[in-house]
Structures are given as C-alpha cells and as structure tokens.
C-alpha cells in the first residue's frame, strides 16, 4: 500500500465526505455494534481504530460499516461504504451544523462492480502500491432518477450535481461502436497507420449505420444506433466453427443487455496472465485467440458488412492491434486506455487486500470474499440488465439537477463520441443539445493542457487529454482541477454565456475562454504508449516519417470520413478570454431563468456516478 500524492490525497477528501459502496446481504455483527436507532453511538462504532497492515501514514478521520437500506425482505438490504473526513468532525456534525458544506458519495458502475475499486485505484488516501500514474456507470442516473422525478415525498438529500465519468448513457452501438473512428483518429498506430485499413472500417462504419453527424444545436432526435448485440441479421463466422471471437448476436444474446459484453471483457481480462492461452473457456464461452506474425491481405473495402465481425467495428479493431501492430501485438489490450501497453498490466485489483481479517475487522466489512465485479443482477440468472439505458431519462433529470459528464480520450470501450451524442440527443433549457461545439481548454494544477470544457444551461461536459476510462488514476493532476474548479467551485470557462439584457440588434452570444478551432473536432492524437511489466518501464513512439505520411493522407482523402461536429446551428461567437472565434451565425432562443440557478446553487449534498 502506498500514500497518494498530497495532491491527490486531497482531491479525494476536499468536500468532507467520500463514500464508496457497495451492496451486500446484512451487516455482520462485530463487537460492539449498537441495537438503538442510528445515532451517535453507531458513529463512534462505525469509526476505524484498528491500525490497517501497510498503511505507514496518517489517514483522515475515517468511517467504515454497513448501513441499512430500505428493501425489507430482500437479500441484499445494506450498503458497505468506506468514508473519509475533509476536518475532524466534519463527517460526524449535528444535523444543523456544516449544512451548507457538500458531501461527495462514489458509486462505481458495471452494473456490478465494486466502488472499493475507485477508492483503492483512483482516488486514494490509499492506493495499491503497483497503481501506475471501472467499469462504466448505468445505474448512477437511476439513483438521481429516484431522488428527483416524480416523488411524492421530500427527498432525503438535496443533490447539487450528478457527475457521470465516461458513462453509458446510450445503447452499446452508441457507447462503444460510435466511436470506433475517433478512436482511429486519435491512434491511427492501432491499425499500423495503414490507408487501406482505415478505409475499410470507413466503410463498415456507414454501412452498419453510425455516421451520424453531431449538430450544434441538434436539429432533430438521432436514431437509436444499431446494436450488434441484437442484432439477428449478422451471420457469425465464428458461431459456425463454435467460436465466439467477439460473441456474436445469436439467439442466446437477443434480449440481453448490452453491458453483459463489458462485464465480460472485464473479468476476462482478469484471468492471470500466465494462465492465458490460445484458447479460453469462459462463462459458457469460448474464446478462440487469433495470432498471427502479419495481417496476410491488408484489410481494405469490401463493400458489405464483413460476415465475421458484423457490427462489431470496436471489437474489429482491438483483435487487429493485438494480432498485428506493435506494441499491443500479442499482449492484453487495454480496452480501458489505449496507451496502455503494460504487459502484465497493473495490479489494481483490491480483492486480496479487503479479504485480509485484519483489514475487514478495521472496516467492519461483510464476512464474505470480497470480489471486484459480478455478474448483475445481484444473484440472477439474468445475464445482463434489463433497464432502459439513462438516454431515456437524462433530458428530464436535467431540469431538476445540474449534470456534469466527462471522458477520457483514450476510452475505447466507452468512447468519448458516445457521451457527445448523447449530450445532443437531450434537450435541456428547451434546446436539444450543445448550441455550440465543445473547444475551450482548460489545465491542470501545473498550468498544462488538461483537455477541453464546455458549460451550457446546466450540463457541463469535459474532454480528458492522455486519460483512459479511469481519470484519475489516469491524469490526477487534472482531475484535481477539473473537481476544485468546476465540480465543487465556479470556475466559468468554456460557458455559453447568452446576450445581455442591455444588448439590443444582436443575438450574439460569447463562450468564456473563446472557441479554439484547433479542438472543435474533439480529436486528441495519441502518441505515446506505456510499456513494462506492471509498472511503466518505457515509452513506445512512432517515427516521424509514419506521422508525416498519414497527415498527408487524411489531408488527400477525398471518400466520406467519421462524423465531425458540424457547422449547423453554431452561434455568432465573439471572443471570449482569449481563444479563436467562429464566425458562423444563427438565431438561438435563450431561456435566461437557467443563468440564476447555475450561479447561485445551494450544493448540500453531491451524488455521482464514477464521480470525481
């Protein structure tokens, strides 16, 4: 176990309260544990006393136990939750003090995985000592849901933000496969930097239906995105020969929910490295790993859908640097950040330690063997989770509560394009969408670039440069910012702010920071990948002269290319704190009633899923 950084140490304990959970059968007895309602005498029990083995610094004041939940009768009827104090007292106050101070709760996703896994890889005070410096989130929207909509009693907090990290907002076509050209975009290495193979998953891309062009503001509704899991009209290949490499739509997958791939990919790549093999069983499944020196023929064009892959352009693309591009040949591809080339990758799994006595007493965990991810729901046969994804919902949580989304760039599971469109498939202040594209920087704690931020009529949205799925643990430096500055402070960068009231003739409108035109295709090259074993030992960069013969070819090409944010429907903007301007025009209807409630609000309390 090793400290995180001062920094970070205090980005995970700056408002007072982090909590991360987890739902389990009923608490376990340890000595002690009080019989009377909850007060005062559980928070003295509740509190960690114990010394924790390998910890040989101060933690803060830290609280750690099960508490009941309302589900009388069910299985699962208490949360485990871990929490640290921002000052002595400041967990443990009277209900009339520090009522105008937030408390943070972390709630990792899956659905199904462990928030242990956020506290002991992300955001510290305690970090495994080989992290190198999970799981998305669906059910995180549902809570906000129920505290929000449609109540007929007072809620029993009163949520400030709900801030959602590289989330699946939208359907599996939506969050993984939108964003299979970006992704090439952004690390045209994965293929070798290779035209020919470019155009072939050009190509795939429209004919599987996913070239949709984001507009600013969106004009109309897109369309749900075709999900290859269910998919009945792709014949697989790999089914024939009683493989599944990926696992096709076939009768057994229709029906089920897409995050059941994830779930998949994610306990797959926690099978030990040395017990790997050519050919794996897993879940009823089997994995049939394709290896070869070179590609053969070079992937080009073909003019259907390819009959193996189908729909699965992500998964395409992730088989082909693992079998053919260096450094991800032959190695576990990081599906999480794609600069990731550590093989064996690093050990961020808490499980062997919370599975200590030592460290479950301190804890007053559940006796029970501790796992990081399981198959949802909670002991169901049901593979997958039958729920509407948030899409459905999101535009109308937006009226009542602010809502931050944020993703890393080197995400290809949960890529950032999917979070764009489902920014502008909700409509919130009465306008679908962003009005204008997201390209304003801002830094990290150092000053440096920490990617892009955009703010409008409540819904923020922050682009991470060098970031995978896990941000903080990925840039903590930034995220730190992104938290103090735009989380929990009032930092306006990157705000649409709407005319005034004084201005007449004009329906112009600025953005805080300008817009730089450098960043409006939302596109971060990659050009470095992480190499070692379980810690990063090297970098891993490509010649110039590969870097200056792909540039010239994207600038030649002349076929149909990835969606770009287009220019329909982008205001008038004039320059804000520095930056590059647009100067395309349109009229947009402002509702100003937005503009008081995000400057002034009364943060009690602060809910998020994958949150920073």
């Keep these: 176990m090793r400290r995180i950084s001062s920094l970070t140490s205090a980005f995970v304990i700056a408002t007072g309260f982090v909590a991360t959970v987890r739902a389990q059968e009923s608490p376990f007895a340890y000595p002690g544990m009080p019989t009377t309602p909850y007060g005062a005498d559980w928070q003295a029990y509740y509190r960690v006393t114990t010394a924790l083995p390998n910890v040989t610094f101060t933690l803060p004041g830290t609280y750690a136990g099960s508490i009941s939940v309302d589900r009388s009768g069910h299985t699962n009827n208490s949360l485990f939750f871990v929490g640290f104090e921002n000052s002595e007292g400041s967990l443990t106050a009277s209900e009339n003090e520090r009522s105008n101070e937030p408390w943070m709760i972390w709630l990792n996703g ?23 410096g999970d799981t998305t989130g669906q059910r995180q929207p549902y809570i906000t849901k129920a505290l929000t909509l449609n109540r007929t009693t007072p809620a029993p907090v009163n949520l400030a933000k709900i801030v959602i990290g590289d989330g699946t907002i939208g359907n599996y076509g939506a969050f993984t496969e939108y964003s299979t050209l970006s992704v090439l975009q952004s690390y045209p290495q994965l293929i070798g930097f290779e035209p020919s193979v470019y155009e072939y998953f050009v190509e795939q891309y429209n004919l599987c239906g996913y070239n949709l062009t984001l507009e600013y503001p969106a004009s109309n509704p897109y369309p749900r995105l075709r999900d290859p899991y269910m998919d009945p009209g792709v014949t697989s290949k790999a089914e024939s020969n009683g493989e599944e490499t990926p696992p096709m739509a076939n009768s057994r997958w229709r029906g089920l929910d897409a995050l059941a791939m994830i779930q998949d990919t994610v306990e797959l790549y926690k099978i030990p490295h040395e017990k790997r093999s050519e050919e794996i069983s897993f879940n009823g499944k089997r994995f049939v790993k394709r290896q070869q020196t070179s590609p053969g023929s070079v992937l080009a064009p073909i003019g259907t859908i390819d009959s193996y892959y ?41 499980a062997q330690y919370l599975n200590d006595e030592v460290v479950r007493a301190a804890f007053h965990a559940p006796k029970k063997t501790f796992r990081m991810s399981f198959r949802y729901p909670f002991g169901n046969s049901f593979n997958g989770d039958p729920s509407p994804e948030p899409q459905t919902f999101i535009s109308e949580i937006s009226e009542h509560v602010p809502i931050i989304l944020f993703s890393g760039n080197d995400d290809s599971l949960v890529g950032h394009r ?57 840039k903590p430096k930034a995220a730190y910012a992104f938290l103090q500055e735009f989380v929990l402070g009032t930092n306006t960068t990157g705000l649409v702010v709407p005319p005034s009231a004084e201005a007449t003739g004009t329906r112009s409108v600025s953005v805080v920071g300008g817009v730089h035109t450098e960043y409006l295709k ?12 379980y810690v990063t030992q090297g970098v891993y960069t490509w010649g110039e002269a590969s870097w200056k013969a792909w540039g010239n070819y994207m600038a030649s090409r002349t076929g149909a ?52």
């Design 418 to 474: 999917g979070t764009e469109l489902a920014i502008q498939n909700m409509t919130f202040g009465g306008i679908r969408g962003f009005t204008i594209r997201p390209s304003t920087p801002f830094s990290d704690t150092d000053g440096n670039f920490a990617g892009i931020i955009h703010q409008e009529r409540n819904v923020t949205y922050a682009l991470f440069t060098g970031a995978g799925h896990m941000v903080p643990t990925d």
């Design 522 to 533: 939302g596109i971060f090259t990659g050009t470095e990948a992480y190499t070692g074993a």
């Design 561 to 612: 290319d990835v969606p770009v944010a287009s220019a329909t429907g982008d205001g008038f903007i004039t320059s804000g704190s520095g930056g590059q301007t647009n100067p395309a025009t349109t009229t947009v209807a402002f509702d100003c009633r937005w503009i008081w409630t995000f400057a002034v609000p009364v943060i009690t309390a602060c809910i998020g899923g994958l949150l920073l």
């Design 110 to 132: 899956g659905p199904g995985s462990s928030s242990m896994f956020g506290l002991f890889a992300e955001h510290g005070p305690m970090l495994l000592a080989y992290a190198d």
């Design 310 to 350: 189908g729909c699965f352009l992500m998964e395409q693309l992730w088989d082909y640097a693992t079998n053919y591009t260096a450094p991800w040949r032959r190695i576990d591809f990081d599906v999480y950040r794609i600069s990731d080339a550590l093989s064996p990758s690093s050990v961020n799994n808490p």
